[in-house]
């Protein structure tokens, strides 16, 4: 049972706000603590004691799901050897338990300024998900469309994890957080009965009391008692617990918002007029539902909008609205890099770094702030070529946070610089810096541009025997640019530099050659190009030949090409080249009477071995067969 946490804990994303309670008899719930403290599940504190008054944080539960699953010594193994997260140190006490969860078993997520925060203490709701997931075996499409928190409570209670009357909101308990996993994990086996005899059954029968009735007639109802649009449902109906709960959503939003947003100057520009005006209006809209008693059905269905979450993320009407509030941000730079596909043209990095010129003030790398900060995503090449660059101005990708630790961020004089300190992934083809403002919990205005880092170039080298040499200047003077002189440098693989010398010097055959090169320019940017050489073959004869005689129905020979050739002191035959569909006319020519012959001129190519080439005409006189 146990090996079911790796696949289904998705857990310690972000908190919501709502209301459950603990459940076991004393003496019971004492016995189930003992035995994860047995099995070694549970350690306490260094004073020896289990502090089952205060509360479980993120980083306890983690290091007990990590040693439920029999990882303890993988964990240690791994202490201070990484940074799993940008709070999450080598000498954090769980950074062992944190990062063998993180890179092994899916167990646990950070948050989007990638922190993991530890040290913040999980609540009922969060705890309660995490356990449900194990033990009722969810699906994914069943996870993503649970309503938070109801369903997983209920579920919870469903399965015996935990009792009535919890309160979801509230932080979860360490004893009650014992109780609840030795629930899910031991109860209805006899793991517990064959090790533990202070027990007979282990598990925990309650009294439901008034207080303990947890009200989810709105779920449970919903189709027995649909309304009509106008029909107003007052806070003291069946629906007042959901009413209720939507409402603390709601109020948590509006109450965490930050106006004085609004009026920055890298937020309030022309372009985002409208849609700041659109965010005012709806927060009106809001707080009117807010302070409304009786609601309609419509006004239900829109406080439903207005708190939306797929999973434990925020997906409501707010942030539809946030999304088209753009900062005002702008990569500085030579726009030179042209994108293949959509034909537009980004800067590039140089001197491995990425200039920004906004109005925002105060703006860290992300981890070191929640309300103001800028991460790098990256393109790969594998997924360049499929980049969906057309339905938009900048195109969608398939994007990969890149590694916090790979960059610094520094701002000054109003511009902010991103450092690549040190070596990028071996398939990064493009960045993306975004900056990110909190304008409310799980709310941001953001922006953000694609940076290449190497200019893409191309170039064609047409050559012919009169070539003598080839060499990076070569390529430099073939490159399609103005500025040549602003190129410091060109890096080629040599190899490639002598198997075209090899051409212009009769070594090879080859008529065609590609290969690449780095161009390094005076300002630190970098470009990427790809060179196309083709090489001319030089005709350097006029070939005469004498006429060439067969009777009807023989065939013309290369041989008799090459006899009949008239032109003296030509060097050694390589290939002679002749339409053969014309040969094979030849071959297959009727000479009707009165006539005794007919005569075809062809044209014949030839290569010679030193790399010279020449052309001609003969003629073939065909004569009646006897």
Known sequence: MLKRFVNLLVILMFLSVFNISVFASKDNGLEKVNFLKEKGIIDGYPDGSLGLEKNLKRSEITKILVYSLGNKNKAIELQGKEIPFSDVGKDYWANGVISYAKNNMNLISGYPDGTFKGEKNITNAELLKILVCHKKNLNKTAINNAKWPYDWIKWAEEENICGKNINPNSFALRKDAFQYLYNTIYSN?????????????????????????????????????????????????????????????????????????????????????????????????????????????????????????????????????????????????????????????????????????????????????????????????????????????????????LNKDLYSVEEKDGIITVTINGELPEDVKILKPIIYLKYADNIYF???????????????????????????????????????????????????????????????????????????????????????????KTEDHDIEFT???????????????????????????????????????IKKAVIT??????????????DFADRTSGSGFFNVIIKKAD
């Not at 065609?512 to 320019?521: G, M, P, Q, S, T």
């Open 189 to 401: 086996s006899e793991n517990y009965k064959s090790e533990s005899k202070k027990s007979k059954n282990a598990s925990i029968i309650t009294k439901e009391t008034k207080e303990s009735r947890h009200n989810y007639n709105y779920y449970e109802n919903k189709e027995n008692n649909k309304k009509s649009n106008n029909t107003l449902v007052s806070e003291s109906s069946s629906e007042n617990q959901h009413l209720i709960e939507l409402k603390k959503i709601l109020k948590a939003i509006i109450d965490s918002r930050k106006d004085d947003l609004l009026e920055l100057g890298g937020v309030k520009t022309p372009k985002n007029e409208k849609s700041i005006a659109d965010l005012k209006s709806l927060i009106e809209e809001a707080k009117i539902l807010l302070n409304k008693k009786d609601l309609s059905s419509d006004e239900i269905k829109k406080l439903e909008e207005l708190t939306k979450f797929e999973g434990e993320k925020y997906r409501g009407s707010f942030r539809k609205i946030a999304k088209n509030i753009l900062v005002d941000f702008e990569v500085l730079g030579e726009r030179d890099a042209r994108n293949k596909n959509n034909g537009k043209y980004y800067t590039s990095l140089q001197n491995n770094q990425i200039r920004i010129n906004t109005p925002l003030s105060d703006v860290k790398k992300i981890g070191e702030s929640e309300e103001r900060y800028i991460k790098l995503n990256y393109i790969s090449k594998k997924d360049y070529d499929s980049v969906d660059a057309i339905s938009k101005s900048t195109p969608k990708y398939n994007k990969q946070e």
């Open 446 to 536: 953001e922006n953000g541009d694609l940076v290449y880092t190497k200019i893409p170039m191309k170039t064609f080298i047409q050559l012919d025997m009169d070539d003598t040499t080839f060499n990076k200047e070569t390529i430099k003077e073939h490159l399609e640019m103005d500025n040549v002189e602003n190129i410091k440098d060109i890096i080629v693989d040599e190899e490639k530099i002598q198997k075209v010398q090899d051409v212009l010097d009769g070594l090879s055959q080859e008529r065609e050659i590609k290969l690449n090169a780095e161009v390094i320019f005076n300002d630190g940017r970098i470009g990427e190009l790809e060179v196309s050489i083709e090489v001319d």
């Open 593 to 606: 009477p009165p006539l005794e012959e007919i005569t075809v001129m062809l044209s014949v190519d030839i």
């Open 547 to 585: 006429d060439i005689s067969i009777k009807q129905g023989d065939e013309v020979t290369l041989e008799m090409i090459k006899n009949a050739i008239s032109t003296p002191n030509l060097p050694e035959i390589k290939e002679i080249k002749v339409d053969k569909n014309k040969l094979e006319d």
